[in-house]
């Protein structure tokens, strides 16, 4: 609460132009978070998965290039400091509806096949991320083919499976507007 009122008398005084910060509680970090997560199953974060990562969370979150690097920020650091899954799907599973949770799983597939090819460690996390998020078996073996699809054979070359270059509408939960 007390954040709340220093955020009000902030943008107040700056005229609405105060820096946002991502929260704990955020989903959007919740959802980086486990894009970070499959990411670095086979390594590091090197900079052309960097440069795919942030080009996938500036089209599903409607973000600019700096809230976007303070996004990948947040959810390394969420990353690092997590002993499991639980906390993110939890947070994602009373943040979005199930539309908007298969779109977090389309989004690590992106991710995932974006070397052209699945390892079982990360077939393993797609497996487990998606049962703890309440996407079926069906659906998460139908995103994982419609994203290979639009990739073709290179890999990586597809938005996502919501066609050329974004989804409709950016993510956000269903039960309030866009985030800021």
């Known amino acids: 609460m007390l954040e709340d009122i220093k955020r009000f008398v902030t943008d107040l005084i ?8 991502f929260d704990d509680n955020d989903y959007r970090v919740a959802a980086a978070a486990l894009l970070v997560h499959v990411a670095t199953l086979d390594g590091g974060l090197d900079e052309a998965e960097r440069a795919r990562l942030r080009a996938i969370l500036q089209v599903n979150f409607a ?6 690097d303070q996004l990948i920020a947040a959810a390394e650091a969420a990353e690092r400091d997590a002993v499991d899954f639980y906390h993110f799907t939890s947070l994602i ?18 991710i995932v096949l974006a070397d052209g090819r699945v390892s079982e460690f990360e077939d393993n996390v797609m ?21 290979a699809e639009r990739a073709g054979p290179s890999g990586g070359a597809a938005a996502g499976p919501w066609g050329e270059a974004s989804p409709a509408e950016p993510l956000v939960p269903a039960w309030k507007g866009r985030p800021e």
């Open 14 to 21: 700056d005229g609405g132009k105060a820096q946002e910060h």
């Open 127 to 147: 497996w487990r991320v998606s049962d703890l998020l309440g996407i079926s078996t069906r659906q998460r073996v139908e995103l994982r083919q419609q994203v």
């Open 93 to 110: 599973m009373r943040t979005l509806d199930e539309a908007g949770r298969a779109r977090v799983i389309a989004m690590m597939w992106e």
């Open 63 to 68: 973000l600019d290039e700096p809230r976007t």
